[in-house]
């Protein structure tokens, strides 16, 4: 019965790791790519 509760704890450990990863793709990289964008005019100015 333990080990069924051990598994279960690591199995949602896991889904949260790979939710927030896909969280961080999604939010992080569009404004990562923004960011040299909007740096690109206020170096010229």
Same mark, same amino acid.
């Not at 080990?3 to 896909?22: D, E, K, P, Q």
């Not at 999604?26 to 206020?42: D, F, R, T, Y």
């Given at each position: 019965?333990? #080990? #069924? @509760? @051990? /598994?279960? /704890?690591? %199995?949602?450990? =896991? =889904? /949260?790791?790979? +939710? $927030?990863? *896909?969280? =961080?793709? *999604?939010? %992080? %990289?569009? $404004?990562?790519?923004? %960011?040299?964008?909007?740096? +690109?005019? !206020? !170096?010229?100015?």
């Amino acid at each position: 019965m333990t #080990n #069924n @509760i @051990i /598994i279960f /704890i690591h %199995l949602m450990a =896991a =889904a /949260i790791a790979i +939710g $927030s990863m *896909v969280f =961080a793709v *999604v939010l %992080l %990289l569009p $404004s990562i790519e923004k %960011l040299p964008e909007q740096k +690109g005019p !206020e !170096e010229h100015f």
